[in-house]
């Protein structure tokens, strides 16, 4: 099955045309890299494959669904950029527990204690977001996309303000992540940070090319 598809997607901001006509599949279970220099589209891919946006032309399908439609499909997303998303007052556990009620899951006082260990936050549940590191902060934003078990995981720039040591525990984690069976598209301006992936992508003038590794 494809996890994701964007078929003849146009998106326009004003008359500023972002998209034109871009077409790409991912199947189900692939981990692919998605390229570009800043302002080239990446981050409307990623709203758009995610449910923020409707496409203004063309069809984009999440599991043979509309996303911006289907709130089921919905679901099935785990969304994190490079804009955390998380409440700063709050502690680390206490942001998953609020997205764990939020997405109705289950027993997701266990799945947050797996992600924390899974993700080296155990020592780090407690305390206020606020006073983390940036790359605890970007695992606990890794861990709320996480938290309601996605089948597609879109992460937009998620090492941005990382240290390098930091940067590559992060991305050997999504490779973990990938191994139980995640769909992933992982978007970046850094060439470096594919070289895990299946294969690559890359955004530029409005369309979407694929690349080698």
Known sequence: MKALEFVNVTKRYGNNVVLKDVSFEIDEGEFVGLIGENASGKTTIARIASGQLKPDHGEVLVFNSPPYKDYGVKQRIGFASHNLLLYPELT??????????????????????????????????????????????????????????????????????????????????????????????????????????????????????????
């Open 92 to 213: 680390a556990y206490e942001n998953l527990e609020f997205y764990g009620k939020l997405y109705d899951v289950k027993n997701f006082e266990i799945k947050i204690n797996e992600l924390f260990e899974f993700l080296g936050l155990s020592r780090k549940k407690d305390e206020r977001v606020k006073n983390l590191s940036r790359g605890f902060r970007q695992r606990v934003a890794i861990a709320r996309a996480l938290i309601n078990d996605p089948d597609l995981l879109i992460l937009d720039e998620v090492t941005t303000g990382l240290d390098p040591t930091i940067r590559e525990v992060v991305l050997d984690y999504l490779t973990e992540i990938n191994k139980m069976k995640k769909t992933i598209l992982f978007i970046t301006h850094h060439l470096d940070e594919v070289k895990n992936c299946d294969r690559m992508l890359e955004v530029k003038g409005g369309k979407v090319f694929a690349q080698s590794l």
